[in-house]
Every structure is written in structure tokens, then in C-alpha cells.
């Protein structure tokens, strides 16, 4: 018997995949609580979100809301109009930046001139596929949420997969692209990071919440002088996306692809129910927004995104100039100052519809990890996303659904202002970095 014992063991010793398993099975209550299995959890929910996308396109009713306007605009740039002014369809004129027109053009061709909506869901479930094998990538590099959170991220949202495949929004083609730049990033490729940054700005503005959080993250990495090249780089794809509406009408190109001031209706909004409807539209208000919005970031960026005792302005010099020697920054840093960047203007938005859910959902679990109160337990993270998911699946909103949805954001946000100054990692020179 004591032969036979020890035979298997070390049976178990020569074959290093029966291990595994062995070690697996012992675990097996662990799986969805121990960081190191995330990888095997997201494998197999990704490859389940395959089936559950086929079921929903094929089992729930398609609606429509904005795709045959996207058509439509698209439709006019196919027939020679190049005046944005003259663009539109008929949920109101084109809004969005040149990206969108080419990438909905392929869209209009692909699906016979719109006309095959099924097929265009199928597409939709494939950007929907490779944004989460994007985000996925980002939580197994830094390997801080638990297993089992994935499941509500994958399985747990309704609204998720209708922005994606039954209502087929600009959004998440948008937040593809930008989960794209963030691996790209992460892997210090920041050149080419900056451009697909750029072409996702391309297709929807609200990218743009990002960018205070990667310039100082350019700031931080290269420098003034070095930042300079990459923003610029950033505006010459804009310049050349854009160029055939701007040679025709610059003025009615910018002003409106990139409407800074666009005023939304108060029937469609989601976090602001609460308020009268004078108060909502009223232009002080939006500036009050405006005001709490950078004044946030700013004090983020001077408290909790740089290394303790750097200035601010050091920023501005060469790495190898700085008082402080130069460090990169490390995975965790450039995911949490660009998701909470994000986080931060989807706090102070002047309203926020269904659709832009998309615009922080997958980053929801990360920065509630992040977040420096130890004692905000497992199980008040998880209520706090349910009750974001049930706000933003409540239509139309109410007075109770915004203020749940405001609270948990200030939750949150309070979390990551407690959390400790985040470390930028290892101090190896920038100068060997061959992807600068």
C-alpha cells in the first residue's frame, strides 16, 4: 500500500500537467477568489459569451434607434456631400467626427446599404468579443480583482450587450479602439498607442475624458518637449480624417463634429432625473460641472497621480534632468490614471444617456479594487455595481435611480482619493526604452 502511495506520488512529481490539475482540484473552491486563476475564468466566460451573444441576437427582438440615422448621415458623405452642416438623419444632424463617417461607410457597404441588420448584429458581437479579450488582457496583467467580479461583468449585464448587438451604437466601436491604445500603452508602445487613441477619438468625443490622465502620463514618461511629438501626432490624424469635410466647410466641420457646448435633452438622461428641468438646462449649471470637473482632476493629478515629493512642474523637464530620478510607470499606474481620469468626467457629466454606459462599465471593477478603504468588503463592492447596473437599466430613470447612481459614484470616488499615491514602478532609464 505504502508502494502504491509513493508510486503516485511520484507519478505526480515526473508529470507537472497532472499537478496542476491535482493542485486545481484542491483549490477548486479558491478558483473564483484567488487572482492566479483569472486567466482560466475569463477563458472559459469569454468563450460562453459567444453562445449568449448568438441567443441574443437570435432570440431578442432587434430595436431600432439610431443605426438608420447613422446610415443616413454616412449615405450623404457617399453621394458627395461634404458640408457637415448638411449631414444628418433623422434622429437630428451628424455629430461625430470623421472616424465615425469612415467606419460606418464600411459599416453601410458590408451590411448591403444597411439594409441587413442581422448581419451588422454579428459584427457588433465581434467588437463586443474583442473588447472584452482587450479588457481582459488589462486585469490579468495586474491581477487585482477577483474571478468571480468577471461574472458580472460578462453575464450580469442586460444593458451591455444591448448597447452592443441590438441597438448597434457609435459607443462601443469607440471603446474598442480605446481598450486597444490602453494595451498598447501598458506594453510601452506609445507611439503607436497615441495613434489608435486618436482614430477613437475619431469616432466618438467622449474618448476625450481620457486625455488629462494620459498627458500626464506623457508628462510623466518623456517630458514636455518629448509629449509634444506624440499630441501632435494625435491632431495630424484628426486633421487628416477630417480633411475632406474641412476643405469644404472647416468652421461647420469643427463646430460640429466636436460641439463642445451641446445641449442634451432632459427625457433621455440618466443621472440627472432628480433636478428640475430649468436647472438641468441652464448654462450656469453646465459651468459649475465644468468648474468641479477640472478642479478634480487637477487635484488628483498633484495628490494621487504623482510620486510623493516630485512637483508638478518637474513634469515639464527631461526624465533625466528631474530632482527625482526618472521611473516608469508600471501597469497599475497607467490603468488607474487613465480609468479614473474617465471616471472623473463621467462624475461631472452634464447628463449621461444609456448608451454611455459603455464609456466606464468595464472599468468599474478595476477602480473598485483600486480604491484605499480596506474595510469596503467584497460584498459592498459587488452592491455597489449592482446598483449602477440596476440605475442604468432603469428606464426612463427616476429621482431614486440617479441619486443611487450619484452615491455610488461618489463612493467610489471618495475610495480612490483615499487610496495611497500611486508608485510609477521600477527606475530604469527612459533612454533604453526602445518603443519612445
Not at 490579468?140 to 441597438?167: D, G, N
Not at 477630417?242 to 461647420?252: D, I, K, T
Not at 480604491?371 to 467584497?378: P, T, W
Not at 470616488?413 to 533604453?432: F, M, Q, R, T, V
Request: charged share 15%.
Amino acid at each position: 500500500m505504502a508502494g502504491g502511495n509513493t508510486r503516485k506520488k511520484s507519478a505526480g512529481a515526473t508529470n507537472p500537467f497532472g499537478g496542476k490539475l491535482h493542485c486545481l482540484w484542491q483549490d477548486k473552491h479558491l478558483i473564483l477568489f484567488k487572482t492566479e486563476y483569472t486567466l482560466l475564468v475569463v477563458s472559459i466566460l469569454w468563450f460562453l459569451e459567444i453562445g449568449i451573444n448568438a441567443w441574443v441576437i437570435r432570440k431578442v427582438s432587434y430595436t431600432e434607434i439610431d443605426w438608420k440615422a447613422y446610415m443616413d448621415e454616412v449615405e450623404g458623405v457617399i453621394n458627395g456631400t461634404y458640408d457637415y452642416t448638411q449631414l444628418k438623419g433623422d434622429t437630428g444632424p451628424l455629430v461625430y467626427p470623421a472616424g465615425f463617417v469612415y467606419v460606418f461607410t464600411a459599416l453601410y457597404y458590408i451590411t448591403s446599404h444597411g439594409v441587413n441588420i442581422r448581419l451588422a448584429q454579428y459584427i457588433f458581437a465581434a467588437f463586443y468579443l474583442i473588447t472584452l479579450l482587450l479588457v481582459f488582457r488589462l486585469y490579468i496583467r495586474t491581477k487585482k480583482v477577483p474571478p468571480y467580479v468577471f461574472f458580472f461583468v460578462c453575464c450580469a449585464s442586460y444593458r451591455i450587450h444591448s448597447i452592443f448587438v441590438l441597438r448597434l451604437f457609435n459607443d462601443p466601436v469607440a471603446m474598442m479602439l480605446l481598450f486597444a491604445a490602453v494595451n498598447l500603452f501598458i506594453d510601452e508602445y506609445w507611439w503607436l498607442g497615441c495613434g489608435i487613441y486618436s482614430l477613437a477619438v475619431s469616432v466618438k468625443m467622449n474618448v476625450l475624458l481620457f486625455a488629462p490622465g494620459l498627458l500626464f502620463l506623457l508628462l510623466s514618461q518623456f517630458g514636455l518637449i518629448r509629449t509634444i511629438p506624440k499630441l501632435s501626432l494625435c491632431a495630424a490624424i484628426q486633421m487628416l480624417l477630417g480633411l475632406p469635410f474641412l476643405l469644404e466647410n472647416p468652421v461647420g466641420y469643427v463646430s460640429r463634429a466636436f460641439d463642445l457646448g451641446r445641449q442634451f435633452m432632459f427625457k433621455w438622461t440618466v443621472n440627472w432625473r432628480f433636478l428640475p428641468e430649468w436647472l438641468f438646462l441652464n448654462r450656469q449649471f453646465h459651468l459649475l460641472l465644468l468648474a468641479a470637473h477640472l478642479l478634480t482632476l487637477l487635484l488628483f493629478a498633484l495628490f494621487r497621480w504623482k510620486r510623493p515629493g516630485e512637483s508638478i512642474f518637474e513634469l515639464l523637464k527631461e526624465p533625466s534632468k528631474r530632482k527625482v530620478p526618472p521611473q516608469k510607470s508600471t501597469t497599475d499606474h497607467i490603468i488607474l490614471t487613465l480609468f479614473t481620469s474617465n471616471f472623473i468626467g463621467m462624475c461631472f457629466s452634464r447628463s449621461l444617456h444609456y448608451q454611455f454606459y459603455v464609456w466606464y462599465f468595464h472599468t468599474l471593477p478595476y477602480l473598485l479594487w483600486s480604491g484605499g478603504v480596506k474595510k469596503l468588503a467584497h460584498l459592498l463592492r459587488v452592491l455597489i455595481l449592482g446598483l449602477i447596473e440596476l440605475s442604468w437599466n432603469t428606464y426612463p430613470s427616476t429621482n431614486s435611480s440617479s441619486a443611487a447612481l450619484h452615491v455610488c459614484h461618489l463612493i467610489i470616488l471618495l475610495c480612490l482619493w483615499l487610496a495611497p499615491p500611486i508608485s510609477s514602478g521600477s527606475s530604469e532609464s527612459h533612454e533604453k526604452d526602445k518603443h519612445q
